[in-house]
């Protein structure tokens, strides 16, 4: 299980962090993944990091403006979004699974607009 939280409503070019704690399972034996869906569209991943810190990939559309972190004695991950674009607009959530095919918890919304 997951629990996502930090979305707000942003400007373009703002900046926001998202925050995502697990639970439930041995968090730091798992690649974790953010994902995002935005409206009408299925799950797209958005960047993976793996057990021990290392970033295994991040979306072309994202890379160099987003950044993922994690925390393995708090279970959480992080997700540092700079100079934020309207397409980046969507429900962000987290997942074990690099598909992004399940939301597994509720997901934090991020909207850009002015």
């Known amino acids: 299980q997951f629990v996502e939280s930090g979305g707000a409503l942003v400007q373009p070019g703002g900046s926001l962090r998202l925050t995502c704690v697990g639970s439930?399972?041995?968090?730091?034996?798992?690649?974790i993944s953010w994902c995002r869906r935005r409206s009408g569209k299925e799950g797209e991943l958005v960047g993976s990091?793996?057990?021990?810190?290392?970033?295994?990939k991040y979306a072309g559309s994202v890379e160099g403006r987003f950044t993922i972190t994690r925390d393995n004695d708090k279970n959480t991950v992080y997700l540092q979004m700079d100079n934020l674009k309207s397409e980046d607009t969507a429900l962000y959530y987290c997942?074990?699974?690099?598909?992004?095919?399940?939301?597994w918890g509720q997901g934090t919304q991020v909207t850009v607009s002015s």
């Open positions: 439930g399972f041995t968090f730091m034996s798992y690649m």
């Open positions: 990091i793996m057990s021990h810190g290392y970033i295994w």
């Open positions: 997942s074990t699974d690099s598909s992004c095919s399940e939301l």
